[in-house]
């Protein structure tokens, strides 16, 4: 038997990073095996750290500038790299994949980074083809009004978290889709999410 495709999003601030550890010692607990993977990841050795160095520092690979649209293509490639090599081959052995991100953040950070939005939709749309029947047996949205700790324009986190939400809804037509506040405790949000997640085992 396969294993689920779990994943979840939501902007920079959110408590992702908090919320996943929390996560991981409560699922490690749970009957069937989980793998944890940021995606596309930047472990060494990999193509998604090779794109990630390119990406926050382009000068040391004697690239002097790059196009908004080129950068989101680089990261679908390194996407496409980690569904084929890891992602798919674990699910196929049985094992629950949670992913700290998915695709969505490619369109919402690449929209909100001025990318040409066609062209963005159909480097998406070529990596929907390659998860084929693969498709998310939940995603979760973390959700907050304003950012942890962090320095950004108000105005500018809130219209990436609109636009998180507006996703959200689109593709809840897809596959399960739900919104996770984390505007109380961390313990609060990650209970909730393991609650989901035993709901979606037990199907």
Do not use: C
């Not at 408590?15 to 989980?34: E, M, N, P």
């Not at 950070?109 to 963005?120: P, R, S």
């Amino acid at each position: 038997m396969y294993g689920k495709l779990f994943f979840i999003e939501g902007p920079d601030g959110v408590g992702k990073t908090t919320t996943i550890d929390l996560l991981k010692v409560a699922l490690v607990q749970r009957s069937g095996r989980f793998e944890f993977l940021s995606f596309p990841g930047k472990a060494e050795g990999t193509l998604g750290a090779v794109i990630y160095r390119i990406h926050h520092d382009p000068a040391a690979f004697r690239i002097a500038t790059m196009s908004e649209l080129s950068k989101q293509a680089l990261h679908v490639a390194a996407h496409l790299d980690a569904i084929e090599r890891l992602i798919v081959p674990a699910l196929k052995s049985g094992t629950h994949i949670f992913l700290d991100r998915f695709w969505w953040s490619t369109l919402v950070y690449g929209a909100a980074a001025g990318v040409h939005q066609a062209g963005l939709r159909t480097l998406v749309e070529a990596e929907r083809l390659v998860w084929d029947k693969f498709q998310p047996a939940l995603a979760i949205l973390l959700d907050r009004d304003q950012p942890i700790d962090r320095d950004d324009e108000i105005s500018s986190w809130l219209k990436l978290r609109d636009a998180y939400r507006s996703l959200a809804l689109e593709e809840g037509s897809h596959y399960p889709v739900e919104i996770v506040s984390n505007m109380r405790t961390p313990v609060e949000a990650a209970s909730a999410i393991v609650t989901l997640i035993d709901r979606t085992l037990e199907k």
